[in-house]
Each structure stands twice: as C-alpha cells, then as structure tokens.
C-alpha cells in the first residue's frame, strides 16, 4: 500500500492520513440524537470512524471510508436504538 505513516488499531486496521478523496470516502454516518441512548456501541465496532465524549454519546470523526463499509453497515445493525444511519452509501452496479 502506501508508505504514508498512518494509525494502527487494536484489530490491525490501519487509517491512512490523507486518503481523503472522494474515491477513498463511500458514504456518512448520521446520528439521530434523540433516539441515541449513549451506550457506545457504535464507537466500539468502528473506532476509527466513532469516538465518544465524555458523556458517552458518539462523535463522528470523519467519513467512512470505502474499506470500512461493511463494518458501518454492521453498527448501524447493530444499534439498540436505530440511532445511527449511513447516508450516501455506495449504489450496487
Ligand atoms: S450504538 Fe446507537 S445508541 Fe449506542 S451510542 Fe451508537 S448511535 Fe447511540
């Protein structure tokens, strides 16, 4: 791949700084606030997209990249509350 420094997470993942292109980027998470109950779920299945502050409730830091798709699709499943959605993803050819 490239030999830019990037950030290596607990599960090997690595987030390239710069890869910020629209080609690199295939869709948006979206909160819905009043339904999010806090629990960081989301910010625990997909780290390098989620964090938490303070009070527990997800900070989206970023676009999710086109690699990580399919673990976005699986915290928005996965959300208790149905808080969370990918907006723009990626049409099927
Ligand atoms: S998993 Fe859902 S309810 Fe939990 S913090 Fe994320 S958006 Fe909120």
Redesign the pocket.
Known sequence: MSDMPGRTDVTGRTDVPGAVGAAAHAARLR??WP?????????E?LPEV?S?DEW???VVERPVPRRLLALAAE?VD???????RLLDPPRPH
Do not use: E, S, T
């Not at 339904?35 to 910010?43: D, I, K, S, T, V």
């Not at 959300?79 to 969370?84: G, V, Y």
């Open positions: 909160v819905d339904a999010c109950r806090a629990r960081g779920l989301c910010a299945l989620v938490v527990g409730y997800p915290a996965a959300c208790p509350h149905r808080a969370l």
